[in-house]
């Protein structure tokens, strides 16, 4: 899952990135109002982690903006602001939760894994995905292989999951790039093969193809 978190505030924004990335998301950050629109607009992203007082344009206006633009991701807006009138403004532009500063950690991870489990719902996902006798829970984050558990990395997972939401199609290494690892990342892309290698240890070198010059495929394990 990519994360992008737009928040002007640099050590709440860094502090979240971090933390999120220990959960095993892939995590943008940007610090203005209109690069996160752009960067909103234009990246596919799962999740948006939005601040709403934002130097250029607020977080109000991004929302808007967005909707207006038939663009669906799940908005979480973040404000150190209080109040009915503003919980109802930013749900009236399209955002999908609200969390006022300062906030529970464990209360805003929570606050994600509801909002993409609902996305998932309702793009007719599921949150535990099977591919033979692989079982990968999206939502707990647990991996089954004829029951038996997997213990994974968070980035393993990561590579892992977006093999399963399209298993028996070719998933190629830019695609792996763009939901695993952040914008900034401009390393080696051969990295990925580093993950499909240790994967094919862990769950069995049957369970992933590479498909020459295209990419790799999860198939059902013999």
């Keep these: 899952m990519r994360l992008l978190i737009v928040e002007d505030e640099k050590r709440l924004a860094l502090s979240l990135a971090k933390g999120l990335t220990a959960e095993g998301y892939a ?68 955002a999908d939760d609200y969390l006022t500063k300062p906030f529970s950690y464990v209360v805003l991870i929570a606050r994600i894994k509801a909002l993409l489990r609902r996305r998932g719902r309702g793009a007719g996902a599921s949150p535990t995905l099977t591919v033979g006798d692989l079982r990968v829970e999206t939502a707990a984050r647990r991996v089954f292989r004829a029951e038996r558990e997997i213990t994974l990395t968070a980035k393993e997972f990561a590579v892992l999951e977006q093999l399963a939401v399209r298993a028996g199609e070719v998933v190629s290494k830019a695609q792996i790039l763009e939901h695993v690892w952040d914008f900034a990342y401009d390393g080696d892309p051969n990295i990925i093969e580093v993950y499909i290698s240790a994967l094919r240890r862990k769950l069995g070198a049957e369970c992933i193809q590479t498909v020459r010059g295209a990419g790799y495929r999860l198939v059902a394990g013999r």
């Design 27 to 94: 995590v943008d950050v940007v610090h203005d109002g209109l690069e996160g629109l752009h960067r909103a607009a234009e990246g596919d992203y799962d999740l948006l982690l939005l601040d709403i007082m934002l130097p250029g344009m607020n977080g109000y206006r991004i929302c808007a903006a967005l909707r207006a633009a038939g663009n669906d991701v799940p908005i979480l807006m973040l404000t150190a602001k209080d109040g009915e009138y503003d919980e109802a403004e930013g749900l009236d532009t399209g």
